[in-house]
């Protein structure tokens, strides 16, 4: 049987993961990430599409509300040492160039330092930053004036109709969500320094952790399993106001789930974790 040319995964990151050496929280996340990772190295993919947010670090005066990355890498973080990322440009170029005959705006991004929104799904999902090409496309989640979701979904849709005539077996990633607010994300400002960001997140973070929504994370997780674009997309433009400013993060799930062709994406876990101030899920196209 031949192996399908597309497949998506969607997982939450969060910097409180990886500061959770000792793996004490999120063992039902950290199962099913193991899960999840068998089934994309079992798919051995040709290269990734990755969409993800920035947390003002690789934009902050400029913030294009599209990008597609032709060359890319990944900032120290967390204990993580830097990291080149292998870009296939050409094949790079050749998205950006659909995308704009398509209708949708893009920004081409050259040489960007990206954070854990690209690398914590490389490393948990693929088992490294470099195993395969990847493409990074960069979604405005973060800085006001966010893009609505009906234009995400035709960012996917665009992609979707690319990778139908690419001939290639591609893995696509969405990084984000569900439900959280984290401190740094609340405050509307882009030229925070690290130090006074991570005063902002040490102040913060004990409010943080009651800020998960449940309930706003399930309603989420049953549009996808049923890929409800009408309440997919009120969830998301309604995401800032009901489930904190991180939860705007979940447009990359419905741009990676319209590029994986509109399939259902069925839940493997949905943990709430309150030590890393997010409610952690993953789903994928199975």
Request: with cysteine; net charge negative.
């Amino acid at each position: 049987m031949s192996k399908p040319d597309r497949l998506v995964v969607c997982a939450s990151h969060s910097p409180g993961k990886d500061r959770d050496l000792d793996e004490v929280y999120g063992s039902e996340f950290r199962g099913a990430l193991t899960r999840a990772r068998s089934l994309v190295l079992d798919f051995d993919p040709d290269y990734i599409v990755l969409f993800g947010g920035d947390h003002r670090r690789a934009f902050r005066t400029i913030v294009p509300t599209f990008g597609v990355a032709q060359s890319a890498g990944i900032m120290a973080e967390a204990g993580h040492p830097a990291a080149a990322l292998n870009v296939p440009s050409a094949k790079a170029r050749a998205l950006a160039e659909h995308l704009l005959a398509s209708d949708i705006d893009i920004t081409m991004c050259r040489d960007i330092e990206l954070d854990h929104a690209f690398a914590q799904p490389l490393r948990d999902l693929a088992g490294d930053e470099g195993r395969y090409p990847v493409i990074p496309i960069p979604i405005n989640c973060a800085t006001a004036p966010l893009p609505h979701a009906r234009r995400v979904l035709a960012l996917g849709d665009a992609v979707s109709n690319y990778l139908d005539g690419a001939g290639d077996r591609v893995l696509v990633i969405g990084t984000g969500g569900l439900s959280h607010s984290p401190p740094s994300l609340e405050v509307d400002t882009y030229d925070i320094s690290d130090e006074e960001r991570a005063r902002i997140i040490a102040e913060g973070s004990a409010a943080a952790r009651k800020k998960i929504k449940p309930e706003w994370d399930r309603a989420f997780l049953a549009a996808l399993a049923g890929w409800d674009r009408a309440a997919l997309t009120e969830l998301a433009d309604g995401a800032h106001a009901a489930a904190g400013a991180g939860a705007n993060e979940v447009r990359t799930w419905l741009a990676a789930g319209a590029a994986g062709g509109g399939k259902p994406l069925d839940a493997l876990v949905y943990q709430p974790v309150e030590e890393w101030i997010t409610g952690m899920a993953i789903a994928a196209s199975v």
